[in-house]
């Protein structure tokens, strides 16, 4: 009874058995495939490291991305092949630089390494990577965009503010004046001269104020949108600047004002027009920037082979360093300026024209003690 039994469930077992082994077999082959198919398809980097960071397996992608067969990698340390530092033991994605064997590109790898633990102990570490630099480059322009953007609203925000100070003050006093004058046009005749006189000429001054500013905003946008070229001629820059101070300032400032050059004539290839912003702007903060007790403004005029030096020295209340760097941008007006009334424009107006003139300018300064803003042209050979 028992061996008939045993005869007719054993090749029963036997099957099973059998079928079960065929079901594994072809699970383990549908597995393999899957696992070909992903790897083999992966636009990443698939790679398992051992616990020394050797490379114990990586994706047949390392061609695409970085050019380097898989035989030539595993076995190998990242570092031995691509000169990087052990992949960081981190969960965070980190990126990384890397060099593609054959293309001089720099290709930016975000990675992800994570341990596989097998029985409670670290067996090995799998990593992702993948190409991110489309995605840094990107990035990078955005960041680069709005830090222009922020710019351009703080020169905006720079602008109202100042615009309302500076603009404010003027209009004030005209209004005003205007006020005064139909009160004293009730005055008898003399009366009403002398008073009438003194508004109007308080209002032109106003205006004339009000006029330089708008015109000196206009000039730095129209400098800034002219790609055309610079007509040059050539001149006598001594006999243009001695000109230019004695149409440009009043009476009271021309012997404060000496001009100091070993030669008596430099003849250089420029524009009137750009040097007249450059010396009249300088030569103005000089004096604007300086006590009155200690008005006293030097232009030194220096030769050398292929330059002209000019020097506009004052010993005025200076800056501080912590300043110098920012005194070229547009309504920039430093801390030590706050007392005397400006716009922060006339610096932006001489670098915009030196930039035209292919001049350089520079400028050393000293709290309390002084400043010298040089500009360097090309002589004429
Ligand atoms: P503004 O004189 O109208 O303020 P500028 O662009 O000419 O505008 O100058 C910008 C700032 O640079 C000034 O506000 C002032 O703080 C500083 N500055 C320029 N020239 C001098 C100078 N000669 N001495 C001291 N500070 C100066």
Known sequence: MYLLEEAIINPLKNCSAQKKIKSINSN?????????????????????????????????SVKRVLGYEQFEIIGKKTDDIFAVHEPLKSDEPQIMAYRHKF????????????????????????????DVAVRENLKRKLEQALKKEKAINETKSKFISMASHELKNPLATISS????????????????KVKLEKHITRINTQLERLNGIINEVLLIEKTKAQNSEVK?????????????????????????????????IIHISSNKILLYHIFKNLIENAIKYSKPDKLKIQ??????????????????????????????????????????????IGLTIVKECATMLNAKVSFRSALNKGSSFKVCLLKLV
């Open 177 to 192: 004046s205007l006020e005064l004058l139909s009160i004293y046009l009730q005055d008898d005749e003399h009366l009403k």
């Open 28 to 60: 383990i082959i549908e597995s393999a495939k899957l696992f070909e198919l992903i790897t083999n398809n992966s636009t990443d980097l698939i790679i398992l490291y051992n616990r020394d960071f050797s490379i114990i397996y990586i994706s047949p």
């Open 299 to 344: 232009i030194i005029i220096e030769v050398s082979d292929i330059y002209v030096e000019v020097s506009v020295k004052d010993h005025g209340i200076g800056v501080s360093s912590a300043e110098k760097d920012k005194l070229f941008n547009q309504f920039y007006r430093s801390d030590s300026a706050s007392e005397v009334s400006g716009f922060g």
């Open 103 to 130: 293309k001089a590109d720099r290709i930016l790898l975000e990675s992800v390494i994570k341990p596989v633990i097998v029985n409670g102990v670290i067996d090995c570490y799998l990593g992702i990577s993948r």
């Open 232 to 264: 040059l001629e050539k001149l006598d820059l001594i006999d243009f600047i001695r000109q230019l101070i004695k149409e440009s300032f009043t009476e009271s400032h021309l012997d404060k004002i000496k001009i100091k050059s070993k030669e008596s």
